[in-house]
């Protein structure tokens, strides 16, 4: 019998909240609505100072911040139902992913932070939600990222080829698809996807992105800039590994520019931060992944026309393509990955991969907050 499950994502990009209402059918996976749900400025605002630890952060904002966000996810909720016209008590649970602070896997006390108070959301929507699905993989040992492959093995697998999902989203994450299935499915984060390009438009255009990559495309990469930033410590090392804003920010970038002593344009900065995008998925994939045939790519980051022509001429061998090309929305796979963990843990089902993320072993993932 179908059940019924809604996916909730907000990303390292935080452009706003996405919402998917899925279909689970035995093995069959289908989009049945999707909604996206703006974050107020102010709310957005507070994020970005609690991420970039900020000195105007404080801990009332971030338990202000906890609070106002498990609403706005709740309204995402109710405008998804309401217009996909299904009432709440017909869904069997949400998986709220939570919008990450901070994410700090390589200390010793490891640690990853999503807030976005899940009582509100089961409260407000009536609707068991799953939530916290990070820590428990961490509590194994692993990087609590990221989750999303164990997903893409399911709905992406093919018996006839080696596949890799990329996910362009603030930060880029890849998984393997070995069509052997005695081989381990793997996957981890490549480095930057959005973000830096983002935070640059955003800064000189005051644009929250750079539609279809048209202005990094209007000029010419420095090849000095973007090599100075492939030798950056993340890019370089063996995965299992993962990595947010904590590391690539603006301030991150800055410093990579005060010791390039190049005078070059914000247009020229652009098209280097695509460029560089594109050379450390291509160092990913050169170096860490077996031979593959196929690189399907989701996420935002699909949009960006400039980023997905570099990485066709620098893949000669691979096919790119869409997510699209294989009937899941390039924007709404990690949403729809968020509503399959919620079933994973409500069904007590592990949720990660140890290959992966490095965990001992693989876990059922997440806290359950019952509906009232």
């Known amino acids: 019998m179908p059940e019924l499950y809604i996916g909730l994502m907000s990303g390292t990009s935080m452009d706003g909240i996405d919402a998917a209402l899925v279909e689970f059918e035995n093995q ?17 605002d507070k994020l970005h100072l609690l991420s970039l630890d900020s000195p105007e952060a404080s801990l009332d904002m971030l338990g202000e911040a906890d609070s106002h966000l498990g609403q706005v996810f709740s309204d995402a ?19 709220s992913h939570g919008q990450t602070i901070r994410h700090r896997p390589d200390l010793k006390n490891s640690f990853s932070m999503q807030i976005g108070d899940a009582n509100r959301i089961s409260y407000n929507t009536h609707i068991t939600t799953v939530t916290d699905f990070r820590r428990k993989d961490m509590a194994a040992g692993g990087e609590g990222a990221p989750l999303a492959p ?31 299935k005695k ?15 983002d935070a640059w438009i955003q800064k000189h255009r005051n644009k929250s992105y750079d539609n279809n990559g048209m202005w990094g495309a209007s000029s010419t990469a420095d090849q000095i800039l973007v090599n100075s930033l492939m030798q950056d410590a ?18 991150w970038l800055e410093q990579h520019l005060q010791n390039d002593q190049q005078n070059l344009n914000e247009s020229q900065i652009q098209a280097s931060l695509c460029s560089f995008t594109s050379d450390s998925v291509v160092y990913a994939i050169e170096n860490f992944l077996p031979k593959i045939d196929t690189l399907i790519v989701c996420g935002g980051g ?15 061998q691979t096919k790119v393509t869409s997510s699209d090309d294989y009937g899941v929305h390039p924007d709404w796979v990690e949403a729809i990955a968020f509503a399959w963990l919620a079933k994973q843990t409500i069904n007590n089902k592990p949720g990660n991969l140890p290959a992966v993320t490095g965990a001992k072993e693989a876990t059922v993932l997440g806290a359950i907050y019952p509906a009232i």
């Open 28 to 44: 069959h996976i289908k989009l049945i609505a999707s909604h996206s749900h703006p974050i107020p400025k102010s709310l957005k």
């Open 183 to 197: 081989l381990n499915c793997f996957g981890f984060d490549t480095g930057p996807g959005n973000m830096l390009m």
């Open 302 to 316: 699909v949009h960006n026309s400039n980023l997905m022509n570099q990485l066709s001429k620098k893949l000669i």
């Open 150 to 180: 164990a997903f893409h093995q399911q709905v992406f697998y093919s018996e006839n080829e080696n596949r890799a999902i990329l996910n362009i989203g603030g930060i880029s994450n890849i998984t393997f698809l070995p069509k052997d």
């Open 77 to 95: 909720v109710k405008s998804l139902l309401n217009e996909a016209g299904i009432q709440a008590e017909k869904i069997t649970a949400i998986g």
């Open 234 to 251: 993340f890019i370089l090392d063996k995965p299992p590994k993962s990595t947010g804003r904590e590391h690539y920010n603006l301030d």
